[in-house]
C-alpha cells in the first residue's frame, strides 16, 4: 500500500465491537436472496456516521484528490450556471490513500455481512464518497456490474448513509427482484437529474422504490440489481454516503480500475482483469424483437 494519510488517528472514527459473528437471521438471508438488496439498519452508531462526516467534510474542504468527479455536463445548460456538485464532487478510491477509508472498507462489521450475503469470504476492491449537497443531480438507475465486470460472479456495494435520507434529499432508489439481470444495454441519461450520462431500461412490470435511510445504516446490494437516485431537491440538506464495493472470493477477474483488490486483512489478492464492454442484453418480446421500455414522456432527453 502507498503511503497513508489521515487527520487525527484514523481509529478513534470506528469502534467495532467485538465477537459479532451474524447480522441478519435466516428470514432475512431470504428476504435478500429475493430482492437482491437489504439493509442492516444502525451496523455503525451515529457517533461514528457523525464522526466519519465530519472527517470527510475537512478532506473536501482541504483540496481536491485523484479521481474526483463532478459530473457530466448538463444538456443545454451553460457552464457558467452553478453547480453544487462543482464544490462537493464524489471522492473515490480514497482507501488507497486516506487510512480511515481502509479501516471502514475493512472493518469487521462488513465482512461479517458479506460474508452472509457472498456465503463466501469478500475481496475488496473500491471506496466512494458521496457529498449530494442541496440541488445536487442524482445517479440514473444503472447497475455496477457495468462498470467491474466480475468474473464470474457479480459485486456486491455496502452504501452506508452518513445522513437521513430520504426522497426529499435523493435517497437511494431501486428495482427489487432485478439482481439476476445480466449487464443490460445503457441508453442515455437525462444529464439535468443524473450526474452520469447513462441508463438502463426498466424491465417490464417492475417498479422503482425508494430506500429511506438513517446514519449508520448500510444498504448492501448486488451488483445486477437496477439502481440510482434522483436529484437532491432540499435547499439546505447534504445527502452524504460512504460506499464501499466488494466482490465474492469465488472470482476470478475484474475491470482494470479496481485493482488491487484486496483481501480484508488488507492483503493484496493476485487477480485477473476483465475487459469492459462484450455483449449486453436488451428487452426482447416474444419473436426476439426489441421492445421500447420508455413511456415516451419519461424517455431521457438527448
Ligand atoms: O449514491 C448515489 O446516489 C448513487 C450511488 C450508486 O448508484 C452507486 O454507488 O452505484
Given at each position: 500500500?502507498?503511503?497513508?494519510?489521515?487527520?487525527?488517528?484514523?481509529?478513534?472514527?470506528?469502534?467495532?465491537?467485538?465477537?459479532v459473528?451474524?447480522?441478519?437471521?435466516?428470514?432475512?438471508?431470504?428476504?435478500?436472496?429475493?430482492?437482491?438488496?437489504?439493509?442492516?439498519?444502525?451496523?455503525?452508531?451515529?457517533?461514528?456516521?457523525?464522526?466519519?462526516?465530519?472527517?470527510?467534510?475537512?478532506?473536501?474542504?482541504?483540496?481536491s484528490?485523484?479521481?474526483?468527479?463532478?459530473?457530466?455536463?448538463?444538456?443545454?445548460?451553460?457552464?457558467?450556471v452553478?453547480?453544487?456538485?462543482?464544490?462537493?464532487?464524489?471522492?473515490?478510491?480514497?482507501?488507497?490513500?486516506?487510512?480511515?477509508?481502509?479501516?471502514?472498507?475493512?472493518?469487521?462489521?462488513?465482512?461479517?455481512?458479506?460474508?452472509?450475503?457472498?456465503?463466501?469470504?469478500?475481496?475488496?476492491?473500491?471506496?466512494?464518497?458521496?457529498?449530494?449537497?442541496?440541488?445536487?443531480?442524482?445517479?440514473?438507475m444503472?447497475?455496477?456490474?457495468?462498470?467491474?465486470?466480475?468474473?464470474?460472479?457479480?459485486?456486491?456495494?455496502?452504501?452506508?448513509?452518513?445522513?437521513?435520507?430520504?426522497?426529499?434529499?435523493?435517497?437511494?432508489?431501486?428495482v427489487?427482484?432485478?439482481q439476476?439481470?445480466?449487464?443490460?444495454?445503457?441508453?442515455?441519461?437525462?444529464?439535468?437529474?443524473?450526474?452520469?450520462?447513462?441508463?438502463?431500461?426498466?424491465?417490464?412490470g417492475?417498479?422503482?422504490?425508494?430506500?429511506?435511510?438513517?446514519?449508520?445504516?448500510?444498504?448492501?446490494?448486488?451488483?445486477?440489481?437496477?439502481?440510482?437516485?434522483?436529484?437532491?431537491?432540499?435547499?439546505?440538506?447534504?445527502?452524504?454516503?460512504?460506499?464501499?464495493?466488494?466482490?465474492?472470493?469465488?472470482?476470478?477477474?475484474?475491470?482494470?480500475?479496481?485493482?488491487?483488490?484486496?483481501?480484508?486483512?488488507?492483503?493484496?489478492v493476485?487477480l485477473?482483469?476483465?475487459?469492459?464492454?462484450?455483449?449486453?442484453?436488451?428487452?426482447?418480446?416474444?419473436?426476439?424483437?426489441?421492445?421500447?421500455?420508455?413511456?415516451?414522456?419519461?424517455?431521457?432527453?438527448?
Open positions: 500500500m502507498t503511503t497513508m494519510t489521515t487527520e487525527g488517528p484514523a481509529d478513534a472514527r470506528l469502534a467495532p465491537p467485538r465477537g459473528e451474524r447480522v441478519f437471521a435466516e428470514a432475512q438471508l431470504a428476504q435478500y436472496a429475493n430482492d437482491g438488496y437489504i439493509v442492516a439498519r444502525k451496523l455503525f452508531s451515529d457517533g461514528e456516521a457523525a464522526a466519519l462526516r465530519d472527517y470527510y467534510m475537512r478532506l473536501r474542504e482541504r483540496g484528490y485523484a479521481g474526483d468527479f463532478a459530473g457530466v455536463k448538463r444538456d443545454g445548460v451553460p457552464d457558467d452553478p453547480d453544487p456538485l462543482k464544490k462537493y464532487p464524489r471522492m473515490i478510491h480514497m482507501h488507497r490513500w486516506d487510512e480511515t477509508s481502509l479501516r471502514w472498507m475493512l472493518d469487521p462489521r462488513l465482512r461479517v455481512v458479506l460474508r452472509q450475503l457472498l456465503g463466501e469470504e469478500p475481496y475488496a476492491v473500491q471506496t466512494m464518497l458521496y457529498f449530494k449537497p442541496a440541488g445536487a443531480r442524482g445517479q440514473a444503472h447497475q455496477d456490474q457495468f462498470y467491474l465486470r466480475v468474473q464470474p460472479g457479480t459485486c456486491m456495494a455496502a452504501w452506508m448513509a452518513l445522513d437521513d435520507c430520504d426522497e426529499e434529499n435523493g435517497c437511494m432508489q431501486v427489487p427482484g432485478t439476476d439481470l445480466p449487464v443490460l444495454c445503457t441508453e442515455r441519461a437525462n444529464t439535468l437529474d443524473s450526474f452520469t450520462d447513462t441508463t438502463v431500461p426498466i424491465p417490464p417492475k417498479k422503482i422504490v425508494p430506500v429511506v435511510m438513517e446514519p449508520g445504516d448500510v444498504f448492501f446490494f448486488n451488483g445486477s440489481l437496477i439502481h440510482g437516485s434522483r436529484p437532491n431537491r432540499s435547499t439546505n440538506r447534504f445527502r452524504r454516503s460512504l460506499i464501499g464495493h466488494y466482490i465474492a472470493g469465488e472470482a476470478e477477474q475484474v475491470s482494470k480500475f479496481y485493482h488491487p483488490v484486496l483481501r480484508m486483512d488488507g492483503s493484496v493476485d485477473g482483469i476483465s475487459e469492459r464492454g462484450g455483449p449486453c442484453g436488451r428487452w426482447v418480446d416474444e419473436d426476439g424483437e426489441v421492445v421500447e421500455l420508455f413511456e415516451p414522456a419519461a424517455r431521457p432527453a438527448g
